[in-house]
């Protein structure tokens, strides 16, 4: 560039140059002001495209991988939920004031404000339940109780953003009603199967009195999930994405579990064992720190997603 800058100079003041001689290979202080204007004009607009360019794709690679570790839980929860027994509703989690003994299931969990979704489901243990013959024993398959958290509490290791992590309590594996293992989780009980309807039953559940829940035991499933809430969602999205809009049937209260609009939050039909999952992530906020607040002009730094799925587990 400077090579071309000079041949041009050099023509155009040549003939002011013959009066100086030793001039014509040199440059004076105006020839090299002169170049240094005209390669600014010229590399300033270049750098700018460049920066521009690189800051795309920069926030293209951070949505491109926001969007897969979205992806990623959202099929994890999905594989999850299909295997449950039976989900809780609101009402199953803060409580039934129409059954005294239905306090709710979500305060005697570990940091009960941030649980958002519980289920039942059977976990399958290999090799455990005897007889073994060549180190070869029998599988078994135990009760356990599931629970998914929004956590958004101050961390060294994590984004400062909404994380959602899982809490899982099992029984142990038996053989004749003994246990055969000592893997049984503390806190855990089983529901009193008796009288009543299955939603009365595991709704009256109660954890095992003498021991509390180990919250370390949560394993953080994903980052940067949206801790706001974004208004705009109708006042009955839970019984209309259920398809629940009979007079008789829960009201939306009921359905909800988490809040409306948030990052995470459920909607749950306990009687046909459905759950309504919906969740949204931050991106912006791994390009910048300040971007804590929704903007409706970079949704797409913003992905979500929901899906409904249906739990297949049964009881034994």
Known sequence: MLSLVRFWLIGVLKGKSKTTQGNDLGFTMVELLISAVVASMIITPILFFVVDVLRTDTREEIKARSEQELQAAA???????????????????????????????????????????????????????????????????????VAYYLQTDASDTWSGQGRISRLQIKDCPKDGGECVADIKDQGFQLPTFGEGTLQQIMNRWKRDPDHEIKRASREVLIDYIYPGVVAGLAEDHCKTALGLTATDDPPEADLLSGDKGSGFFVCVDSGRTAALVNLRMNAAFRIDPNATTFDRNRRSLFPETSFLVKGFGTLN
Not at 93 to 98: E, F, I, K, Y
Not at 105 to 118: A, E, H
Not at 130 to 141: E, G, L, Y
């Open 75 to 145: 099929d994890f929860i999905r594989r999850d939920l299909s295997q449950a027994i039976y989900i809780y509703d609101g009402k199953g989690l803060d409580g039934d004031p129409a059954d005294t003994d239905a306090n709710g299931v979500r305060n005697q969990l570990p940091d009960s404000d941030d649980v958002v979704l519980v289920f039942w489901k059977q976990e399958f243990i290999p090799n455990v339940v005897p007889p073994c013959q060549d180190n070869r024993c029998n599988d078994a398959q135990v009760y356990s109780l």
